[in-house]
């Protein structure tokens, strides 16, 4: 198992979500321009793919940072589902929640 120091480190090392952000936006407008030379445009898209896992792994992390967060003395709290018409959905389930 990783220490919190390691984890740090690890993390410390990527770059923030909104510079890959800006980066990747950079990267898709040149392609977009369609003057980029084929192996040029192979390059700027394997960068492109690695910017995108990059965000992706960012996101994910601070998904489960808010869930943490939101979490009620360490344990989830069920709250009742309503669709857009703001009916309850438990309402079509039997008391053995089928």
């Known amino acids: 198992m990783k220490s919190k120091a390691q984890k740090s480190d690890r993390n410390d090392n990527l770059p923030d979500f909104e ?11 040149k392609l977009e ?7 040029e ?14 965000c992706q792994t ?3 992390t ?11 003395n360490g ?6 589902f309503f669709d857009e018409e703001g009916e309850d959905d438990d309402e079509d389930l039997d008391d053995s929640g089928r």
């Open 19 to 29: 510079q890959s952000l800006t980066e990747l936006e950079a990267l898709v407008a």
């Open 33 to 39: 321009q369609g003057d980029v030379p084929l192996e």
């Open 41 to 54: 445009a192979l390059k700027t898209f394997e960068r492109g793919v690695a910017l995108t896992r990059q």
């Open 58 to 60: 960012a996101l994910r």
């Open 62 to 72: 601070a998904q489960q940072k808010v869930e943490v967060l939101l979490s009620r």
């Open 75 to 80: 344990e989830e709290t069920v709250e009742p």
